[in-house]
């Protein structure tokens, strides 16, 4: 009678740490992208190129979900918290997870024009979400887990300013 409570309980912990886990692994992805973004992004003159260098970045950090797959990336101007979609109108990129090529898929959206120059200077926000998959299926089958990290964007060199006023 005690045996199943027991098991039970043992699962709890088991599936519930890989769950938290997979948000620490989540919310690592989401502060190195970010991190990445902050210090470059303004001054890359590709800004598609960055948006997939951040991806790398993030995908490295990804690589460390237990029973997790990564789903999708935002990245964007922060001014008015995260977006609730995703594209260059609101200033935001989106890559979407290839689960045959595990990677990225391109990025679409834009973002053009970064403030690194001004005296507010803007600030980027990357968002990644992952579905993590429970392996008894005694709390569900899955769980969508997210973390949104938000930094203001290093300022450039005031040389770099000048020359593109």
């Not at 029973?67 to 990129?93: D, E, I, L, R």
């Amino acid at each position: 009678m005690i045996m199943p409570v027991l098991m039970l309980i043992t699962f709890g912990i088991i599936e519930f740490g890989m769950l938290y886990g997979n948000v620490s692994t989540v919310s690592s992805a989401s502060r190195s992208a970010a991190r990445l973004g902050a210090t470059g992004y303004a001054a890359a003159a590709d800004k598609t190129a960055y948006i997939t260098t951040m991806g790398v970045a993030a995908r490295k950090d990804l690589s460390a979900l237990s029973q997790g797959v990564p789903m999708q990336m935002w990245v964007y101007k922060a001014s008015a918290g995260t977006p609730t979609s995703c594209t260059a109108a609101n200033n935001c990129w989106v890559m979407t997870w290839s689960t045959s090529t595990k990677s990225w898929n391109a990025p679409t959206g834009g973002w053009s024009n970064p403030d690194a120059c001004g005296t507010t200077l803007d600030t980027i926000g990357v968002y990644v979400e992952a579905q993590h998959k429970f392996v008894t299926g005694f709390f569900g089958s899955n769980k969508t887990v997210s973390s949104r990290t938000v930094m203001r964007i290093e300022p450039l060199p005031t040389d770099q300013c000048a020359a593109g006023s």
